[in-house]
């Protein structure tokens, strides 16, 4: 069956470090990727998304990179700030094997950054 | 373009109470997920709805219920409340077709607090 599997957090980090947060996945076909991104007290929110191996998605300098080989899609940033601490999920869909658009997700990655 | 609805955003009620939970999706989605998010058990898919038809299912009693209407939107519905139904419920619509990377797009959630 399909599943997420992300590191456990919480992870803290100072302004200007780099962030990976690991994400791997298991799935019958081929799956398209999301990270997303939980600021306290909202939804979710996309914030990247891949849709077949090897393809990078990248936004507000957030980068992750399809890799079927490893079965995975780790988050990195280069440099983080105070604004992205929030909690990222990653998750995955496969509409042509399931009935649906069913998304699994991963158990959430707290991240905070400190000045 | 207008963004999921939830409806209402925050919500008390007492135990033995039902409640109902409305969602407004992305005009032309015709999928919508529910969620639940709880500091304890994360985010857990509730059921997934498509041209008004239950089309997925999560593992939650029958107690949780759930329609969608003939313009997509969808409510939710909580009977016989417990205190363990206090979560964040999310709802997150998509296309919903047979499409790689269709994206779920969420609402701000609805905050139920059981008494």
């Known amino acids: 069956g399909n599943s997420v599997t992300q590191m456990e957090g919480p992870v803290t980090l100072s302004e200007e470090a780099f962030l990976t947060i690991n994400c791997t996945y298991t799935?019958?076909?081929?799956?398209?990727l999301f990270w997303y991104v939980q600021y306290p007290g909202e939804g979710l929110q996309l914030l990247l998304k891949a849709t077949k191996a090897d393809d990078k998605g990248s936004n507000k300098g957030f980068e992750a990179t399809y890799r079927k080989e490893t079965t995975s899609f780790h988050l990195e940033k280069g440099s983080v700030q105070v604004s992205d601490s929030a909690v990222y999920f990653c998750a995955l869909s496969d509409p042509f094997r399931n009935t649906g658009n069913q998304f699994y997700f991963g158990t959430g990655t707290s991240l905070t950054v400190i000045p | 373009k207008a963004g999921v609805t939830q409806t209402p955003r925050y919500l008390i009620k007492t135990r033995g109470q039902q409640v109902t939970l409305s969602c407004s999706p992305i005009s032309g989605h015709r999928s919508v997920s529910w969620y639940q998010q709880t500091p304890g058990q994360g985010l857990q898919f509730l059921f997934e709805?498509?041209?008004?038809?239950?089309?997925n299912k999560g593992n939650f009693p029958g107690r949780f219920s759930g329609r969608q209407f003939s313009n997509s939107r969808s409510e939710m519905n909580v009977s016989t409340l417990e205190l363990g139904d206090s979560a964040l419920y999310l709802c997150?619509?998509?296309?919903?077709?047979?499409?790689?990377?269709?994206?779920?797009?969420f609402g701000p959630g609805t905050r139920l607090t059981v008494l």
């Open positions: 799935a019958t076909g081929y799956p398209s």
């Open positions: 997150a619509s998509s296309w919903g077709g047979r499409t790689v990377g269709d994206t779920q797009y």
């Open positions: 709805y498509f041209s008004e038809t239950q089309r």
